[in-house]
């Protein structure tokens, strides 16, 4: 129940197109459901964050949405960049959960020129 | 701007050996974290801090101590280091009011 389940493993599209990831969870406490964001060599950095109160988030390109029924989120990517390049995780976590991020498996996106 | 360091990016350790990685933050954040990321598994839960001498252990910890003497340094500590504890060791602290974690760049090991 603490699971948090990303897909795909590997993205690739074509520059200018939209990428998408989804997670999916299962322990309906959890309440904060951040992306990170990871280049090779780098630490992973938070990206765009929801929180179960709104459906969708949008910074700039970014846009999480949040289906609490369906327990399910997602991050869109419009007008994908070679620059976005990266591997993006999301995690989830809950009040009273020792700050505890679960994390997903993470996805290696690829975007071509 | 918000820095996590450690101590190295690149380490090579041969079976047996003690092995210590250090992190440190500048920003007197009470709750730091040690990952282990492996390919196609994400990032796994190695021991979490929420103050000075204060630890907890995450999902796999065997194998790993931590120490946590000062509020901007936490340690990982491989007592006998094994083949299978090669990988890439993050570091991470948390700021209490936006829940963000910020990460160091890891630390990637390998064991011979």
């Known amino acids: 129940q603490q699971q948090v389940k990303q897909s795909p493993q590997s993205l690739i599209v074509q520059k200018g197109g939209i990428s998408i990831i989804n997670c999916a969870y299962e322990n309906t406490a959890f309440d904060y459901f951040p992306w990170y964001q990871q280049f090779p060599g780098k630490g992973p950095a938070l990206l765009i964050a929801?929180?179960?109160d709104v459906s969708e988030k949008k910074e700039g390109r970014f846009t999480i949405s949040f289906n609490k029924s369906a327990k399910q989120f997602s991050l869109h990517i419009m007008d994908s960049q070679p620059g976005d390049s990266a591997t993006y995780f999301c995690?989830?976590?809950?009040?009273?959960?020792?700050?505890?991020?679960?994390w997903g498996a993470g996805t290696k996106l690829i975007i071509k020129p | 701007d918000v820095k996590v360091t450690q101590s190295s990016r690149y380490l090579v350790k041969r079976t047996g050996e003690k092995v210590f990685l250090e992190c440190v933050q500048d920003?007197?954040?009470?709750?730091m974290f040690w990952y282990r990321q492996d390919p196609g598994l994400g990032l796994r839960l190695i021991y979490f801090?929420?103050?000075?001498?204060?630890?907890e252990k995450g999902d796999i910890p065997e194998g790993y101590s931590v120490s946590r003497e000062k509020k901007e340094r936490f340690s990982l500590i491989l007592e006998s280091a094994s083949t299978n504890q090669t990988s890439m060791y993050l570091c991470a602290s948390r700021n209490p009011w936006t829940d963000t974690q910020y990460f160091g760049p890891g630390t990637r090991l390998t064991v011979l």
């Open positions: 801090s929420y103050d000075v001498k204060m630890k």
């Open positions: 995690a989830a976590s809950q009040l009273d959960s020792n700050y505890q991020l679960i």
């Open positions: 920003m007197d954040h009470e709750n």
């Open positions: 929801i929180r179960p």
